[in-house]
């Protein structure tokens, strides 16, 4: 039979920072809405509401002495140690993030040299042809990265790359905007290296789309709700509820068009390793792509959540889920060789992208 080359994960890692920022931080907060003005209710019915609705009860911080590269050069560590892989044998190190490195007293965002440059540097890889780059691409980019990372395998161009997602949302979040207890950091990893297959295995399939025309908005940088501050600095900003029709009008048929072109059943989906920016919404998701196959028993536990205690930390929230999954590390979740799991993110561009993936 011929043989093809397929991309198969060999290592992966994590950092999750050690600071842990529970709801009720938030009290003493002033919450404000778009014009500037305080909300009639109170801060700890703000905070309910907001627990009911995405199941954020804690999310971790960035330590103060350390920058996005910087966990992201842990999280490499992990998965380089975690494989025991010669890190000089590196084609590619791809980094997706979307700030930069901001630091605790700067909120401004520092892009160069690349952060792949600098977690190169920190991993102390010699080898020239080890090309380090960015890939900013809202929070769907660490996927759209292992997807780059696929295309440079199957092409013959590589052999092994190590894909990175990291971010440090918190440090990019107006304390004003009730948004800015959504946000987290983190970062994650995995190696990926070239396979040669009689049948499909890793990497089966994978599809993106970006809706920029009307939607590029829905995500991006503002100033502060606070109309009075001397502060000039920009932060994150976004239309929640449009953002949520985008979502529950476009995951779901992208993700059954990501498994239609595996060529597998939905059936065969062991589970869905899916961004959280939202519990909320992401059951909504699941309950549509649920419904695009006919099905109305939706029990069962396909889709492991993390976003309770980890909050949404952006690029690195699929590969630190992929990470504990694969590490055995998710309560009353698995995965051994054979299973068949979809990946899929949604975030600013608009951007989203699903793939398929076989555990070799």
Known sequence: MKTSFYSIITGSGKYIPTKVVKNEQFLTNTFLNISGEEFPKTNEDIIQKFKEITEIEERRYVEDQFVTSDIGYFAALDAIESSKSDKETFDYIIVAHNFGDVT???????????????????????????????????????????????????????????????????????????????????????????????????????????????????????????????????????????????????????????????????????????????AKMDYAILERLYKLYGIKDTSGSIMPMTISFLGNNSVATLPILIDMLFKGELKNHNAVSGDHLIFASVGAGMNVNAMVYKIH
Request: glycine share 4%; proline share 5%; charged share 25%.
């Open 104 to 278: 605790k007293v700067n909120p401004k965002s520092d892009l160069v040299p690349t952060l792949a440059a600098r977690i190169k540097h920190k991993l102390k890889i010699s080898n020239p042809f080890t090309v380090a780059y960015d890939l900013p691409f809202g929070c769907p980019g660490w996927l759209q990265a292992l997807i780059q990372a696929d295309y440079y395998i199957k092409s013959g161009d590589a052999k092994k790359i190590l894909v990175i997602g990291a971010e440090t949302l918190s440090r990019v979040s107006d304390p004003h905007d009730i948004d800015s207890m959504l946000y987290s950091d983190g970062a994650g990893a995995v190696i990926v290296e070239a396979i040669e297959s009689e049948t499909p295995t890793g990497i089966i399939s994978h599809l993106t789309r970006s809706d920029t025309l009307d939607h590029s908005t829905l995500l991006c940088m503002s100033s502060s709700y606070d109309m009075d501050s001397p502060n000039k600095d920009i932060y994150l900003k976004m239309n929640g509820r449009k953002l949520y029709e985008y979502a529950l009008n476009t995951v779901p048929q992208l993700v059954k068009d990501c498994i239609e072109k595996s060529k597998i059943l939905f059936s065969d989906i062991k589970k869905l390793i899916i961004h959280q920016a939202n």
